[in-house]
């Protein structure tokens, strides 16, 4: 007489080796699909039919840095030189009397250059002095550069457009006034091979 055996569920599992294999694929593949609904899909730009797909946008150009200009001073000059010229120690002069100076420098075979930067940043006047011992010299009178601008070749280029002038005037020999409350303006002009010959003494006649 035969008689059913009972397995349980440990002989079970030991008659199906598999199954326990299968099991972990499908965990697997369950976790699979909940984190494929739960990722976030992309949101679409949808173009109405017809339009056309906007241009890309080109990247913007830097915009370039300003060329120094040097040119001649004109009376149109007078206000912004006046802003100029009272970064002097000592000097408080308004539009109308740099336009009249400007007009009477002419006259005496004078002149004056300005150096731009989109904005005027640097003038440089001069006369011409008639001497009987070293025939006509040419004097700079002033040379100021904007604060901002300084230490940037600005003042060399002043310097040689105005010795240019005065060379062509007839002079031989050019002088510097250099102001002794201006600071680092003496080597300026010692870098630039002036050499000082001489004081300057002032005195005012005014009444």
Known sequence: MMTRTRLSAGDRENQHPLRPARQATARIADSQRSEAKARPRPALRLVPKGQPAPEPQPASEAIPEPVLRVRAATASDAEALSALL???????????????????????????????LDEIVG????????TVHRGSVGRLT?????????????????????EKALAKAGCSLVEAMSDITINNSHNFFRSLTFDQTSYRFVRDISE
């Open 86 to 116: 009272n970064q002097l120690g000592g000097v408080s002069v308004d539009r109308a009397v740099v336009a009249e100076n400007l007009a009477k420098g002419r006259k005496a075979k004078g002149g004056m250059v300005v150096a731009e």
């Open 142 to 162: 002033a040379l100021v550069v904007d604060k901002a601008h300084r230490r940037r070749g600005i003042g060399t280029a002043l310097l040689a457009a105005a």
């Open 123 to 130: 003038c440089c006047g001069w006369a011409t002095v008639p």
